[in-house]
């Protein structure tokens, strides 16, 4: 079958033949229908995590926002059958540990992301296996089309876990975005259609226009003023109630922390890059005078699934409009790489293998 390999960080992903995958008895294969191409594909790309242990491994197939259907069956998996249209989480839980017992798989134990570990090969490829399967995989509903829940498969679900779980946002809450990628694009329209008031922030004009569309109350270019988190005090009349980092930089966490208000809550989605390797510095006196929250999200927790297709079926929801271009297994290399500006507008999505 055809992959594309990651055969050196940093230089383009290599498409070529692979030997088709066998489940192991707890596994099905999933034939790839979609796949959404994420920011974390280009960090494990560039080599970057080694610093937390994370670091993705030569030769590794990448890709953890698919969707597709069940092509082979392993001998101990009893809810799913070949033809069945799924979903698969990317943070593959093992089903027995205390956190996925609790309903939160997103930070089992010994979690094998898909795509981001050697040991879970990734769906840039025509199939891939599931560990795990009757545990992880997630029945696509017939409303739902493969290419829209690519991007639920990680960026979408993680900005609906930041902002309903991590942050309790509430009808009426001014919600500070810093980075407008795929999952601050999200994040805006989740916002919006929850009921708060989203403010867009980035620096690339393109991206500001497309948060207007999913429903940014207001958006602020970061070039075109002295203070980012300023701007968001004044436009909210003294802080944000919940603030994002859906980047990941120095900048953008910081920036995030400073847009809140009294108690507000800051959620950092973005993973860092080489630069600031895990370490930002923050304001932690104000955070502490202000009684400012920081939580960490990661994913979200596979028994939430339910409600985001109940908000998808009533129209609450439409992922499918932050979808930016759809590609070619081909194409893959080159988009990839080109995330190095940072200007890719929503989530480009793999559609041809």
């Known amino acids: 079958m055809r992959a594309a390999v990651l055969e050196e960080h940093g230089e383009p992903l290599a498409v070529k033949d692979v030997d088709y995958p066998e489940p192991e008895p707890d596994q099905v294969i999933v034939e790839t229908e979609a796949c959404g191409v994420c920011r974390s594909d280009w960090h494990a790309w560039q080599g970057d995590w080694n610093w937390v242990g994370a670091g993705v491994p030569e030769g ?6 698919p969707a597709g259907v069940v092509s082979e069956v392993g001998s101990e998996v009893e809810t799913l059958e070949e033809g069945d249209r799924v979903a698969v989480p990317f943070h593959l839980g093992d089903g027995t540990c205390p956190h996925c017992r609790e309903g939160r798989a ?8 898909l795509g981001l570990s050697e040991y879970s090969q990734g769906a840039f490829a025509e199939a891939f296996a599931v560990r795990e399967a009757d545990f992880n995989c997630v029945e696509l509903p017939d409303d ?12 979408f679900m993680t900005a609906y876990h930041a902002l309903a779980d991590r942050a309790d946002l ?3 809450d001014w919600v500070a975005v810093h980075g407008c990628g795929g999952v601050g694009l999200s994040a805006i329209h989740i916002a919006n259609a929850l009921g708060a008031h989203p403010i867009a922030i980035d620096l690339v004009d393109d991206k500001l226009e497309r948060a207007e569309e999913l429903g ?8 075109e003023v002295d203070s980012a988190a300023r701007e968001v005090q004044a436009i909210t009349d003294g802080g944000a109630d919940v603030s994002i980092d859906a980047l990941g930089v120095a900048e953008t966490c910081k920036n995030s922390v400073n847009s809140l208000g009294t108690r507000g809550s800051h959620v950092q989605v973005g993973l860092t890059t080489g630069e600031e390797e895990g370490q930002i510095e923050l304001p932690v006196d104000v955070m502490t005078m202000q009684e400012i929250d920081f939580h960490g999200s990661f ?6 699934y339910e409600e985001l297709f109940k908000l998808i079926a009533q129209g609450t929801l439409e992922p499918s409009k932050i979808i930016g271009e759809r590609l070619s297994l081909d194409d893959l290399p080159e988009t990839l790489a080109s995330m190095d500006d940072y200007e ?7 559609t041809e293998f």
Do not use: F, K, S
């Open 60 to 65: 590794q197939i990448l890709g953890h926002e």
């Open 344 to 350: 890719t507008v929503g989530i480009p999505v793999v």
């Open 144 to 155: 739902v089309e493969y290419d829209e829940m690519a991007g639920l498969g990680c960026r």
């Open 299 to 304: 994913g979200m927790p596979l028994v939430r």
């Open 216 to 223: 940014a109350r207001e958006t602020i270019n970061v070039t």
């Open 106 to 113: 997103n930070n089992c134990e010994t979690v094998l992301p």
């Open 170 to 172: 509430r009808p009426g």
